[in-house]
């Protein structure tokens, strides 16, 4: 759970297209600009700032080699990192590459809540080029446990509410959320960290 303090706190969301968000909500809103919704706006939070910098079709890799420009620079008192996504497509070879990278990007990050996001699963037409992706959910899940970080386990609740494995219907294409999957990813984020959920007009 995600306490808020009393004085203004700098929000950070670091990750790859899924975070960024362009293109598959057709114009919708992606799931961090909800989460600024509910902070900012329905938590009248003013003053808070959220800072998306999601990049299309990076990896753990990328992300901590750009660890100053994407996260160090803002000091941010919440850290988002939701990865996982395009590191398998590597496969298992590379789980502890991926496992060292983010936790290098949780150290290089001090006093930061960290809240760690395992990738959403794929449509069946995308398994084979990412077959080791359950995998990589599961070394966010161990990190979340070894790092005393927040976990928000998009793959679990997914899974739960398509038990046949196609959450096509929550996907764009088969690999990224469409609005309405971007808003289930916002809605158990903030339920997760105790912020509620999204307040429809």
Avoid: K
Avoid at 105 to 114: E, L
């Amino acid at each position: 759970m995600i306490e808020l303090s009393a004085a203004p706190m700098t929000w950070v969301t670091a990750g790859d297209s899924i975070t960024q968000a362009g293109t598959h909500t057709r114009g919708a809103r992606g799931w961090v600009e909800h989460l600024h919704e509910r902070v900012r706006r329905q938590l009248d939070r003013r003053t808070d700032i959220v800072v998306n910098t999601g990049v299309s079709g990076w990896t753990s890799a990328d992300v901590l080699g750009s660890h100053h420009h994407l996260i160090g620079r803002f000091a941010p008192d919440i850290l988002s990192i939701s990865l996982g996504t395009n590191d398998a497509h590597a496969g298992a070879v590379e789980l502890d590459a991926f496992h060292s990278c983010m936790r290098e990007i949780i150290t290089r990050t001090p006093g930061a809540r960290v809240v760690l996001q395992t990738p959403v699963p794929t449509a069946p037409a995308a398994r084979a080029t990412r077959p080791d992706l359950p995998a990589y959910c599961q070394a966010v899940r161990d990190l979340a446990h070894d790092t005393g970080s927040l976990l928000v386990d998009h793959e679990a609740y997914w899974l739960a509410h398509f038990p046949d494995g196609d959450p096509s219907e929550w996907l764009d294409d088969p690999i990224h959320p469409n609005a309405l999957g971007h808003l289930h990813m916002a809605d158990h984020m903030l339920r997760t960290l105790g912020l509620g959920e999204l307040v429809r007009p």
